[in-house]
């Protein structure tokens, strides 16, 4: 489209010329050889050191710009990248040392229960067989005495009774009458009083 | 009120007169101008590759865009063996830019205006792609001039076309920039000569056409510069990558 108007225009532009050409005299002065040869010769000379400048100073300074900055900005990115990598690294460590401290205090506190718990029973067993002990004794104590009693209270019956005789009718029975007696109740009764 | 449009496309001395035999290379407006191109892009571009930073500043980031505009355009066109041609291609785009867009300044002269400069442009680049590619591909070069997959027929005819249409090759660049640039810039002076003839009046139709004009015109000054590498990239490609 440009293209098109631009030709349109040009072709006008060469109509107008034409006849303001006709009316002038003298034409193009590009075809004006009188300054051919020096135009030659200072755009040699000026374009030459415009690209010797450009190509050795100026354009090398740029692509060292363009790449120092390219790769500073890619070193940026991979020294994130890679503090990324390491904080989750650390990230997982921490929780690594978290679960394994999590565990660790589990573990102490099972075995503290444990052991406490061991504590606890052995005493218990300890305490049990002290009382288990005491038991024993206290029931051989108590047979002992059981054995023992019936001879003690027919003895202390025998004697009660020679002294209520005595006091009741003032005279002196034969112990060995008064225990025979008491004898013969004890054997009579005895299985009543003492279980056997 | 300057009669011809042409008169700005004239030539003359500044300062004496210096003759190396028969020959004059006095200098000219024309060189003044492709003096101040090239100090305009030398101090441009110096600017913008005097520190590295990772912000760059406005002169930097010129710099670097264009660079990495001239770069893709030779990367596309011309693929990654033109690498060595950068600079030169890059020079070339940046003077004809320069020059281009310096004429745009009223009272300046366009370097690009004259035949002779553009010519001397577009033959050097020539010469120089024939020269590179008979160093690439020997005398397989020429095979340049026979496209693959033609009957034998037509091969005698084509071979003619093909050698024609690259020896114009120069004609054709150079003429292309000159007759733009001269176009322009003489179509603006006509616009400009009617605004004076119709007075206050009449001339406001052609004033407004001027500034539309001067818009134009700059579009085309990039366009030209533009064009003008892009042919010399495609050139070297056909001399780098022989693809007939």
Do not use: R
């Given at each position: 489209m440009i293209k098109k108007i631009l030709f349109q225009l040009i072709f006008l532009t060469f109509l107008f010329t034409g006849k303001v050409i006709a009316a002038e005299s003298g034409g193009m002065p590009q075809l004006n050889p009188e300054f051919w040869v020096s135009q030659i010769f200072w755009l040699t000379i000026i374009f030459g050191i415009l690209y010797v400048v450009l190509s050795k100073i100026i354009l090398p300074k740029i692509s060292a710009n363009l790449e120092s900055r390219k790769s500073q900005i890619s070193d940026n990115i991979e020294a994130a990248e890679k503090q990324r990598k390491e904080s989750e690294t650390?990230?997982?460590e921490y929780d690594e040392i978290i679960s394994k401290s999590k565990n660790e205090a589990k573990s102490i506190f099972n075995q503290a229960k444990e052991k406490v718990l061991k504590d606890i029973n052995a005493k218990k067993d300890i305490l049990e067989k002290q009382i288990d002990e005491e038991i024993k004794k206290a029931e051989e104590e108590i047979n002992k005495l059981r054995i023992g009693a019936p001879k003690k209270i027919s003895k202390i019956a025998i004697d009660t009774s020679s002294e209520l005789i005595q006091?009741?009718?003032?005279?002196?029975?034969?112990?060995?009458?008064?225990?025979?007696?008491?004898?013969?109740l004890t054997k009579k009764n005895g299985a009543k009083y003492y279980g056997n | 009120m300057a009669a011809n449009p042409m008169t700005q496309f004239e030539v003359y001395r500044i300062g004496p007169e210096i003759k190396v035999g028969a020959f004059d290379i006095s200098f000219t407006n024309s060189s003044l101008f492709m003096v101040v191109s090239s100090l305009a892009i030398l101090i441009v571009f110096s600017l913008g590759s005097k520190k590295s930073s990772l912000l760059p500043n406005k002169f930097q980031l010129l710099a670097e865009l264009s660079y990495n505009f001239v770069s893709k355009m030779i990367g596309d066109?011309?693929?990654s063996k033109a690498r060595p041609y950068f600079a030169f291609i890059f020079s070339l785009f940046m003077f004809v830019l320069f020059c281009n867009m310096f004429g745009m300044i009223p009272y300046t002269f366009t370097v690009t205006s004259h035949i002779i400069v553009t010519f001397m442009l577009a033959a050097f680049i020539f010469i120089g792609v024939t020269i590179v590619g008979f160093i690439k591909h020997g005398f397989g070069y020429l095979k340049l001039f026979v496209p693959s997959g033609v009957p034998a027929v037509l091969l005698p005819l084509i071979v003619v076309i093909e050698i024609i249409s690259y020896l114009s090759r120069p004609i054709s660049l150079s003429v292309r920039l000159f007759a733009n640039m001269m176009a322009g810039h003489t179509m603006?002076?006509?616009?400009?000569?009617?605004?004076?003839?119709l007075g206050i009046v009449g001339g406001w139709l052609p004033l407004s056409f001027s500034v539309?004009?001067?818009?134009l015109e700059i579009l085309v000054a990039f366009l030209q510069a533009y064009v003008f590498a892009i042919l010399t990239c495609i050139y070297l490609n056909?001399?780098?990558n022989l693809h007939h």
């Open positions: 650390k990230l997982k006091k009741l009718i003032g005279a002196e029975i034969n112990n060995s009458s008064i225990s025979a007696i008491v004898d013969d | 066109t011309a693929g603006m002076k006509v616009f400009g000569g009617f605004v004076i003839s539309a004009l001067t818009g056909d001399a780098l």
